[in-house]
Every structure is written in C-alpha cells, then in structure tokens.
C-alpha cells in the first residue's frame, strides 16, 4: 500500500491550494483517512479528518478555511486550503487507516511522504 501526495508549493498569503492523495496497492477497503503537518522543531499535529461515511473534523486553526473530502472511487482524499496564512507552512502528510483483506481483524495505519506548502506573506 502507498499514499501519494500531491499539490504543495509556494503561495501567497491569502490563496488556495488543494492537496490530493492517492492510496494506491492490495486495498480491502480504507477507512478513516487524514491530513496532517508538521512544522520543523514541533509535533506533527492533526489538520482534518475524515470517516469512511463522511464524518470530518478539524483543527481550530484550520476551520473555516479548509475542507477534507474523499473519492471512495479513486481511493483519494482531499484537502482544499483557502485563505492560507503564513502559520500554516509546513510539510503536510496524509493519513489512512487501511484493511488491506478481509481477513484482517484491525486496521494498519499508513502514511503517505509528504508534501511541502510554503505560504509568504
């Protein structure tokens, strides 16, 4: 099982980006799926969440100015940020809690590489 990220880069105070990640391999099926930062010197933090029926949550920082989705078809979470600010640069990690058989009583955890978001004011 692999998680690609995509769509980091540098954007100016006030602009969008929207970061997907594709899960890709032997999937039975993928449950709950995540976006996650880490800024350099700090604790990677949690960012949105979402379940595999839709249910999302955020970090206060974040609320109101992003949005987590997923495609259950293309195996893909979103992560759509507007009204970006300086503080949110970071390298931004997805997340996703994967049965990989039917067979498997739990879940395994994958992460994906990471995607660097750069915000200048």
């Known amino acids: 099982v692999q998680l690609q990220a995509f769509g980091g880069g540098l954007v100016q105070a006030g602009g969008s980006l929207r970061l997907p990640c594709e899960v890709s391999?032997?999937?039975?099926?993928?449950?709950?799926m995540g976006w996650y930062r880490k800024v350099s010197g700090k604790q990677r933090e949690l960012v949105a969440a979402i379940t595999s029926g839709g249910i999302t949550n955020y970090a206060d920082s974040v609320k109101g100015r992003f949005t987590i989705s997923r495609d259950n078809a293309k195996n893909t979470v979103y992560l759509q940020m507007n009204s970006l600010k300086p503080e949110d640069t970071a390298v931004y990690y997805c997340n996703a809690d994967i049965k990989t058989t039917w067979r498997n009583p739990t879940t395994t955890n994958y992460w994906g590489q990471g995607t660097q978001v750069t915000v200048s004011s």
């Open positions: 391999g032997i999937i039975y099926n993928i449950y709950r």
